[in-house]
């Protein structure tokens, strides 16, 4: 039986939803036991919402966002720059055939919940609220 090519339309395999999901478990233990010396990092709590792996699992990205949003550029500096001990990590805490390469992302997801609240709250969808609705009946 001959493998089917997965269609870029199609999303993650299951197996790269659960591997991302370990690497995001491992990811957030490392960052709240404070296992990294950094400045920038001892004095935020930063949140991983999100890691996505390549089809291969061997490139995770991790989204990631200080709590509050303040020393975003600092925080993601600071964890590329412990890369590769994250990486190390990393790989004692799942049982991987290879640990994956990390590249270190802002989390946006935030900002498009704040961008949708916005739109909802404006003059013109309020509007558009208050008018009765009509029905299939009435017309």
Known sequence: MAKR?????SGPSQRQLRVG???????????ARGEIQ????????????????SPDLKLATCYVMPLGGKDE???IA????????????????????YAP????????????????ERLLQSEKVQADL????ETDDQA
């Open 5 to 9: 090519a997965a269609s870029p339309s």
């Open 21 to 31: 999901e370990l690497v995001r478990h491992a990811l957030a233990e490392i960052l």
């Open 38 to 53: 950094d400045d920038a990092l001892s004095g935020n709590v930063v949140t991983v919402p999100e890691v996505r792996m």
């Open 73 to 75: 550029k600092p925080v």
């Open 78 to 97: 600071a964890l590329d720059r412990h890369k590769r001990h994250i990486r190390t990590e990393l790989a004692h805490r799942i049982n991987l055939r």
């Open 101 to 116: 390469d990390l590249r270190f992302r802002r989390d946006e997801t935030f900002d498009e919940a704040g961008r949708i």
């Open 130 to 133: 208050a008018k009765p609705q």
